[in-house]
Every structure is written in structure tokens, then in C-alpha cells.
């Protein structure tokens, strides 16, 4: 299912 909207800063490196 489709997450909230979340901002891409915390996709792109949330790994990091």
C-alpha cells in the first residue's frame, strides 16, 4: 500500500 507522503530527502538516503 501506498506510504504517506513523504519527502524524497528522507527516501533518497534514509539508509544512509
Not at 504517506?4 to 527516501?11: E, F, G, Q, S, Y
Amino acid at each position: 500500500m501506498p506510504l504517506p507522503h513523504i519527502p524524497r530527502r528522507h527516501l533518497k538516503k534514509s539508509d544512509d
